[in-house]
T-cell receptor, first 112, second 110 residues
Framework: DADVTQTPRNRITKTGKRIMLECSQTKGHDRMYWYRQDPGLGLQLIYYSFDVKDINKGEISDGYSVSRQAQAKFSLSLESAIPNQTALYFC???????????FGPGTRLTVL | EDKVVQSPLSLVVHEGDTVTLNCSYEVTNFRSLLWYKQEKKAPTFLFMLTSSGIEKKSGRLSSILDKKELFSILNITATQTGDSAVYLCAGYFNDYKLSFGAGTTVTVRA
């Protein structure tokens, strides 16, 4: 079984809809991250969390919110989706500062 | 603001060629630099470099860091079609977040 899972894997939605992307991990890591990737660009950090009570904004948090429901779960919400949020979204985890991050399989989101 | 720049943006080679990918960074407080490979799905970890001048090697891939000149290179020797991917460079700098470069797309033709 995959260590980091994301649901859904693909989603098509309409402008203005509320969308939630979910991430679960079995690695026992405290640190969890949400990134988006646009064609031809690297990964941009949206939000990150170092434990259940910790939420931090990344480079591009506007239009997004997150919830860390448990050590193993970190969800990303788009309160009112817009077309320029069409992208590939990745969840990642790490065990400590400055170490390798492990990525989930990604969610491809299309906002029409 | 911390910045990671990769070059070239893309390249096409033939099987058996050697490829050198570059990653330079402008940062105020370097911690570590990581290389990932992405093949149309999740990035997979290749190397983490923290010390200058020490080469990390895994099979046909190797990487080295120059902390004085603020760059790293990733070498792939005897390339195969399975090496076709986007290679991402990322660094931990001032705080605990990874900053990514835009990536280099490598296409290996048979």
């Amino acid at each position: 079984d995959a260590d980091v899972t994301q649901t859904p894997r693909n989603r098509i939605t309409k402008t203005g809809k509320r969308i939630m992307l979910e991430c679960s991990q079995t690695k026992g890591h405290d640190r969890m991250y949400w990134y988006r990737q646009d064609p031809g660009l690297g990964l941009q950090l949206i939000y990150y969390s170092f434990d259940v009570k910790d939420i931090n904004k990344g480079e591009i948090s506007d239009g997004y919110s997150v919830s860390r429901q448990a050590q193993a779960k970190f969800s990303l919400s788009l309160e009112s989706a817009i077309p320029n949020q069409t992208a590939l979204y990745f969840c990642a985890t790490s065990d400590s500062n400055y170490n390798e991050q492990f990525f989930g399989p990604g969610t491809r989101l299309t906002v029409l | 603001e911390d910045k990671v720049v990769q070059s070239p943006l893309s390249l096409v080679v033939h099987e058996g060629d050697t490829v050198t990918l570059n990653c330079s960074y402008e940062v105020t407080n370097f911690r570590s630099l990581l290389w990932y490979k992405q093949e149309k799905k999740a990035p997979t970890f290749l190397f983490m470099l923290t010390s200058s001048g020490i080469e990390k090697k895994s099979g046909r891939l190797s990487s080295i860091l120059d902390k004085k000149e603020l760059f790293s290179i990733l070498n792939i020797t005897a390339t195969q079609t399975g090496d076709s991917a986007v290679y991402l460079c990322a660094g931990y700098f001032n705080d605990y977040k990874l900053s990514f470069g835009a990536g280099t797309t490598v296409t290996v033709r048979a």
